[in-house]
């Protein structure tokens, strides 16, 4: 039975209902909403709601607060919007939010920004080519979750000791680095395959024969494991200094032997389990000598929350050192490989790896002549290598999620790392190094023709510099008066720097095999990254520009497919080793997809229009490339890839777009339809659909997507509230 009826000769709402503006069904003696929300003892009707005490004043409506502002320089501009803070009273109301379902109602515009999505993403970012044209499904979005791991958390594991002493965890730690010839085997592989690592080989690689005897005396159970993991810790907590006279062959004793510390065997784990990452599931370093066969991505997983232990382990105790920003920097990396690029743990983990660097001070280098002293040549190369490294993946991050950049070139004085191989940096003949130096031209090439793992991380730092004038160009909030101008400098300064380099590093110099055969897949894949990124800069000048003139459109779309056509040297098939295939879907989301979009927005407007496209591309080409692209991504990006879920959601956007236009059929002659309506014949595609909160995503297997496009009740939007 309802209650009686309001003077509109409806039924009154109980107030929680009614405060929260949804529908009540007026049951008594509470309603069916309320049973639900558990929230009986709160549900009544008010007689009169509306009705304020007597006396209460009539409240004035407060006028938005904008005005203009006069800046310094006499310029006058609209001052940002600002709104006062709601009156506070002491009432019902104020103990009943409104439900997330009724911040949208139908008929109302939907917000620009969903303030409901977890993550910002600018206007250089992985999905900003296609927002501009609709709304992207809530599927591209989705943060992957985290994945049930046999290895407890710290928040869930029994903790035993103090925050001081923590034995669980570390002895959860110690078992994840048995057995100890494995890990030996697989550490000696990462640095013989790893062609540009941001660490110094034979540096780390010194430290094996002391880090062996290490990891037998953990394991060994007659040993007592709390006095030694106690010692630990306050070796941790100890800072970490490298005397001016020390010898490279002597480093590794900082950190292990009586010196053991908690990031060392935390580096240990992040380096192994960044080579399981880049390692077939089927090679043979997976079986042990007794024959037991090893569960590759078992161990992935157990290696990344084990060094995640490390690193909250040492962030407990405030270490600060070399080895502290080399653990949290490779635990960065094998997070974005195992969740993603778009996880918002890998930026998290970029930004402690700045924290980090900072904290160490390796951004700073000849600002203190004393620090430029006490610096040996082995550790300054190795602070400038990981320096270069963070700073080319923070310029590389910024742009792809479209954020502000977390290093500045402005505010470190750290130099660039000499062109030479890792031998001569450990070398402790003054003779070695002193010719390597003299091998260098004017620019700090070495002049050998070789690529050492500094060659790549130089390249791709220095160009990383033009990435950064970029984001402040795009990202600015008060907008430079001539966008335009700068932008067509960078361009230009961009392109007279790669046109300087020697030509054994310019990827487009070499025939379209030779790279391949000549320097192996490890080099060409370097080369050819450092080569996109350079497509990738002009790519991204030429849309800002695009934004002031449709006159750079032709250079816009020439660029677009330069793009397009260079990583799709992936799919060829003697290219599709694991560890090739490995790389090829962050290629795809950094560089690829963007440019993709561009290609595809274009080739749809120019068919519905009826016009042809700039004479820089030729539309059978564009159409060949996406068709490869889309087609290719099916196969050749690996299922564990932590990039294959937004890769596979934004190839379906993709694959729309290119059926559209492919599948168009332009109106009768004489037709009175719009030259914008398409005519698709293979049902819905990319710009018909609604974007609706609440829709479910869009299923992943291939076999179900159009019968996820039939089956969408696209009109029930009664249904969300």
């Known amino acids: 039975m309802s209650r009686e009826l309001r003077r509109n000769g409806k039924p009154r709402s109980c107030e929680p209902c009614r405060i929260s503006k949804i529908r009540c069904d007026h049951a008594t003696p509470t309603c069916q909403k309320c049973q639900t929300r558990g929230i009986t003892e ?37 001052a940002p919007l600002t709104l006062s803070p709601p009156t506070l009273r002491n009432d019902l ?25 977890g993550f910002f993403l600018g206007s250089t970012s992985y999905a900003s080519v296609f927002v501009e044209e609709q709304p992207l499904p809530d599927s591209v979005h989705e943060q992957p979750s985290e994945r049930t791991s046999r290895t407890p958390s710290v928040s869930d594991r029994t903790v035993l000791g103090s925050r001081h002493c923590q034995i669980g965890i570390g002895h959860s730690i ?20 790893q062609k540009a690592s941001a660490l110094i080989g034979p540096l780390v690689i010194s430290a094996l024969p002391q880090l062996r005897l290490d990891l037998a005396q953990l394991a060994n159970t007659e040993n007592d494991a709390v006095a030694m993991y106690a010692e630990m810790t306050r070796n941790t907590a100890r800072p970490m200094r490298v005397p001016t006279n020390m010898r490279p062959s002597e480093f590794h004793t900082l950190f292990t032997g009586k010196n053991l510390r908690w990031e060392t065997l935390g580096l240990i784990l992040a380096i192994v389990c960044s080579n399981m990452q880049f390692t077939s599931p089927h090679d043979q370093i997976f079986t042990l000598d007794d024959g037991t066969r090893l569960d590759r991505d078992e161990l992935i997983e157990n290696m990344i929350h084990a060094s995640n232990d490390c690193i909250h382990l040492c962030q407990i105790h405030g270490a600060v050192n070399d080895i502290m920003v080399w653990l949290i920097y490779t635990n960065m990396l094998i997070v974005s490989n195992f969740y993603g690029d778009n996880y918002h743990g890998t930026w998290r983990r970029l930004g402690d790896s700045v924290s980090a660097l900072y904290a160490a001070g390796m951004h700073c280098e000849g600002g203190y002549t004393e620090r430029a002293n006490t610096e040996p040549l082995f550790i300054r190369e190795a602070r400038r290598r990981v320096y270069s490294a963070v700073y080319r993946i923070d310029k590389t991050l910024a742009i792809f999620f479209g954020r502000p950049p977390m290093i500045g070139w402005r505010y470190s004085d750290r130099k660039q790392l000499l062109d030479v191989s890792d031998d001569v940096i450990v070398s402790e003949d003054p003779e070695v190094i002193n010719q390597a130096l003299s091998r260098l031209d004017g620019n700090g090439w070495n002049t050998d023709g070789h690529i050492h793992p500094s060659t790549c991380i130089r390249l791709r730092c220095q160009h990383a510099v033009f990435k950064e004038r970029l984001l402040e160009q795009s990202l600015s909030g008060e907008k430079d008066s001539d966008v335009a101008h700068n932008m067509k400098t960078i361009s230009a300064e961009c392109t007279l720097f790669w046109e300087s380099l020697p030509v054994h590093l310019r990827y487009e110099m070499y025939d379209e095999d030779s790279a391949w055969h000549r320097l192996g897949a490890g080099i060409t894949v370097r080369l050819i990254s450092a080569y996109l990124e350079y497509l990738h800069t002009h790519f991204q000048t030429q849309r800002l520009l695009q934004r002031q003139t449709q006159q750079a459109l032709p250079a816009l779309l020439d660029v677009s497919l330069k793009l397009l056509s260079t990583a799709l040297v992936f799919t060829k098939p003697l290219n599709g080793a694991y560890e090739t295939r490995r790389h090829f879907a962050t290629v795809i989301m950094f560089y690829c997809f963007p440019a993709a979009g561009v290609l595809a927005l274009e080739l749809r407007k120019s068919t519905i229009e ?38 596979t959601e934004l190839n379906k956007m993709l694959a729309l777009v290119l059926d559209e236009v492919l599948n168009y059929e332009p109106p009768p002659t004489g037709s009175n339809l719009g030259s914008e309506v398409m005519a698709p014949a293979t049902g819905p595609g990319f710009f018909d659909i609604p974007m609706l909160d609440g829709m479910e995503p869009i299923p992943t297997q291939a076999e179900d997507f159009l019968t996820w496009l039939d089956g969408a009740a696209w009109n029930n939007t009664q249904d969300l509230f």
């Not at 104020?94 to 917000?111: L, V, Y």
């Not at 494995?182 to 013989?192: A, R």
């Not at 016009?611 to 290719?632: E, M």
């Open 174 to 193: 110690v078992t994840k680095l048995l057995p100890i010839s494995f890990f030996e085997k697989s550490f000696n592989m990462y640095f013989e395959q």
């Open 42 to 78: 709160q549900c009544f009707y008010h007689p009169n709601p509306m009705t304020k005490p007597a006396g209460t004043p009539r409240k004035k409506p407060e006028p938005r607060r904008r005005k203009l502002s006069v800046h310094p320089g006499g310029s006058e501009r609209l």
């Open 610 to 647: 009826s016009v042809p496209l700039p004479d820089t591309v030729f539309r059978a080409d564009v159409i060949r490339n996406l068709s490869v692209l889309t087609s290719s991504l099916e196969w050749l990006i690996l299922p564990g890839d932590g990039n294959h879920k937004l890769c």
């Open 93 to 117: 109301v104020n103990s009943w939010p409104t439900p997330p379902e009724t911040t949208a109602r139908a008929g109302c515009p939907k917000p620009t920004q969903d303030p409901t999505r």
